[in-house]
């Protein structure tokens, strides 16, 4: 559901805003091409047949194509979706198909459609409700057909280089048409498209006649057809360097992308700059980087590496790419380009400009940046527009968000943190990227979106696989921890599954190095989790979501999990509800804490030796010295007994309860404080000694140094196993099912799956914040 991102209009104005003026010199009027259809259907198959008959015999649309495809999917698409129909260019439509029982079977194709459409039998499934607020559906029919449509428009833009989307849905007698872009989405009032279908008949005649910009298309994007010399080219070039560099990750990963079901593009990069410093922090010249000018760089690329799902937001699409000479050949070496629909809202510095900063800044293990800009003309008007309809509101009330097309090329070419060899490995990338942190902060920048999917892993100039901390399109102006200056965030920004409980709490925190510190741990603590040997392998799915994904619903909003906010509190991750806890040599139940182990010897069947006691893992001791200091951080939240409260009472401010025996309470606190000398939040208020201890060690967090150290004193002097990687424990369907109808915020991208650049599954939960 896009919540809070759709409005609705007249067609006439939807016209008027959203598509160029039409040039005809023709004063014909358009007639009704639905006048005399049923006004009901015994089926859908029914119905798209007569709507595409009307539709093609009409004459009225000259080079194109209604196709119905409901029948087999696209074959590249995983979703196995397919739309009732759509139009086509003529050259483009899908043919015609038979089953063996003589029945249509005429196949969708995502990166050929014009024009979607759906039809509904009944008239009581439209996707909007002018009844309710915000005119989202209430009723489940409604809010499966809106579910529908959006997944079908997401599929539009994963498979072409799109800014924006038209789909036309059919619901009994009556349509609508739906319009889709990067900040939100516009529909047309409801329209019966019988009796009043010359409305209808004249957006389809514009839209058909309209060039390929103003139907949506990328003009910065050409397709390299499967007929053009630099299809074979590309080919030929992805072979030739497997076969140069067959231990290189970088010719595989671009000749993995290859992918003949997917459209490959020719993409051009307006031009801001040039090459700066690299990873490493090395190779530039006094300067910095040098100023470019306002030039276009061509670069190929085949099927994403890394795709992010949802339509409103930032869109995200990251490519291998390989840079065109200025006679169209691939030459050079291969690159990362990254394709986004960037937040343009005041502050908000573009990626390639922070970069640029820090690379000339010589912070290590960050991208290089080799060129990146806006593309002109290319914003969103569903946002542009929404003034207009929306006279009685402020901007500021605007739920949508300005989104301006970017791209950004990067040097380096890493791989994802979860194919780390091993646990040394793992936190070794951890901390370089704490590192690029703390020097990030020094030049002036900090991150503020800490994630699984923001560390990569590249081989630097030894040949050492290290961390590389990515996607700085979040990052502000950072001063110091105890400045607050800008704009407070009007909404959560982060990766939910690794933002720090104090900021999904408080949503209009402003991040500081403690919670990206935070976010770190929350990563390292993800991967080992699914990778490395620990006491909950059958339960790693369930903890999985419990720690991660898991929300608790607040009066103000979803907050932290439980787990993930006990743990930041007590110092512990529990796992007893998850093991049913263990029993001690007496027999009686304990609960247990996640604990990481040395891989165990197998038996013969292969299965792990559980009869020997397991060796503590060095990655151990690192987590749970972390959660000491987490546990103090948030000790410091606690509020002193002097409280001022409010001096006026009700009519029944005399009532109180008696005051109880409390003589049995003083042996139980006794006991207590006599069996352990930690600091227990049931206890009481801590002692002035424990709160300055808490104090010390909650100052650990303050800033890089002491967590930099602990990594770095456990890399350096302790006995890592060389073969502690396993499986991966995250269950291949997924985690536990989340609850339904989570709404993280208003400007939540979605809560669906979605593939990471590794093929791996994630119900990832993204938050971005409009400052």
């Known amino acids: 559901m896009v919540h809070g991102k759709s409005y609705i209009c007249t067609l006439e104005s939807l016209i008027q805003n959203f598509m160029p003026e039409h040039k005809s010199t023709s004063k014909k009027t358009v007639n009704n091409i639905f006048a005399g259809v049923p006004t009901t259907f015994s089926s859908e198959k029914a119905m798209y047949g007569c709507i595409v008959d009307r539709l093609n015999g009409s004459h009225l649309f000259p080079g194109r194509k209604f196709v119905a495809t409901p029948y087999k999917p696209d074959k590249s698409d995983a979703t196995k979706q397919a739309i009732d129909c759509g139009m086509y260019a003529s050259a483009h439509a899908p043919k015609e198909e038979w089953t063996d029982l003589g029945e249509e079977s005429r196949r969708l194709n995502w990166s050929r459609l014009e024009l979607g459409i759906e039809c509904k039998v009944k008239a009581n499934l439209d996707p909007f409700d002018e009844w309710q607020d915000g005119d989202e559906p209430v009723a489940q029919g409604r809010k499966d057909v809106w579910g529908q449509l959006l997944s079908y428009a997401d599929l539009v833009f994963r ?35 019988a009796k009043d279908g010359s409305r209808l008949t004249e957006f389809l005649v514009r839209y058909c006649r309209m060039k390929e910009t103003n139907r949506g298309h990328d003009p910065t994007a050409t397709r390299i057809e499967r007929t053009d010399d630099l299809f074979d080219k590309l080919k030929k070039h992805g072979k030739k360097a497997v076969a ?20 490959w593009w020719k993409l051009e990069v307006f031009n801001e700059g040039a090459d700066g410093e690299g990873a490493d922090g090395e190779g530039a ?94 914003d969103t008007l569903s946002y542009n527009n929404w003034a207009q309809y929306h006279s009685d509101e402020t901007p500021e009330k605007c739920p949508l968000k300005a989104h301006q097309h970017y791209r950004v090329v990067e040097a380096e070419v890493g791989k994802p943190l979860s194919q780390f060899a091993n646990g040394r490995e793992l936190v070794v990338a951890i901390l370089c990227c704490i590192v690029a942190h703390k020097e990030a902060c020094a030049a002036g920048y900090i991150h503020r979106d800490i994630s699984a999917g923001n560390i990569l892993l590249y081989k630097n100039a030894s040949g050492q696989w290290v961390g590389l901390l990515n996607d700085w399109e979040l990052s502000k102006a950072y001063i110091d921890d105890k400045t607050e200056e800008g704009n407070r965030q009007a909404d959560r920004t982060g990766t939910w599954q690794f933002t720090s409980v104090h900021a999904l709490v408080d949503h209009t925190k402003i991040i500081k190095i403690p919670d990206d510190l935070e976010s770190f741990f929350h990563v390292m603590l993800y991967f080992a989790i699914r990778f490395l040997p620990h006491n909950c392998p059958h339960g790693a799915g369930q903890l999985l979501f419990s720690y991660f994904d898991d929300y608790s619903p607040g009066e103000a909003g979803f907050t932290a999990g439980a787990a993930k906010s006990a ?50 893992h060095p990655i151990d001791p690192i987590i749970t010295e972390l959660l000491r200091w987490f546990k103090a951080l948030y000790a410091q939240d606690k509020k002193p007994d002097e409280v001022l409260r409010d001096s006026s009472h009700g009519d029944d401010a005399d009532e109180v309860l008696d005051k109880p ?48 150290e602990l990594l770095l004193q ?48 994630s119900t990832s939960k993204r938050m971005r914040s409009k400052s």
């Open 159 to 193: 498979y072409q280089q799109r800014l924006f989307h038209y789909t036309v849905i059919f619901f009994g007698h009556y349509a609508r048409v739906i319009r889709f872009d990067r900040s939100g989405v516009v529909a047309s009032d409801k329209i019966n498209y």
């Open 244 to 263: 140069e560099s067959p231990e290189g990750h970088i010719p595989q990963l671009f000749d993995a992308t290859l992918d003949e079901s997917w459209p």
């Open 285 to 378: 010249d006094e300067d910095g980087a040098d100023e470019g000018t306002d030039t276009w760089q061509s670069f190929a690329v085949g099927k994403p590496h890394f795709l992010s799902d949802g339509i409103v937001g930032r869109g995200t699409r990251g490519y291998i790419a390989v840079p065109l000479n200025s006679s169209g050949e691939p030459t050079g070496s291969f690159v990362y380009l990254k394709d986004a629909w960037r937040v343009n809202h005041p502050g908000m510095e573009k990626e390639g400009d922070v970069l640029r900063a820090l690379n000339k800044a010589k912070v290590h293990h960050v991208p290089t940046v080799v060129c990146h800009g806006d593309l002109p003309g290319q």
């Open 567 to 616: 743990a930041m509190h007590t110092g512990e991750i529990d796992i007893t509800l998850i093991t049913h806890g263990k029993k001690d040599a007496s027999g009686k139940n304990v609960d247990e804490r996640l604990e990481f182990h040395w891989p165990r010897k197998k038996n013969a069947d292969g299965t792990d030796d559980v009869t020997q006691p397991a060796k503590e």
């Open 661 to 708: 025996d409390t003589a049995w309470l003083a042996t139980i606190a006794a006991k207590r404080s006599s069996s352990s000398t930690s600091v227990d939040p049931h206890a009481g208020e801590p002692t002035e000694a424990q709160k300055e201890e808490l104090r010390k060690v909650a100052e650990k967090l303050a800033s890089h140094d002491a967590m930099e």
């Open 714 to 761: 456990y890399i350096e002097t302790r006995s890592w196993p060389a073969r502690d990687k396993g499986a991966d424990k995250k269950p291949k369907e997924g985690y536990s099912p989340p609850r339904d109808n989570i709404a993280l915020t208003s400007t939540q991208v979605g809560s669906t799956k979605r593939t990471l650049d590794d093929g791996e599954v």
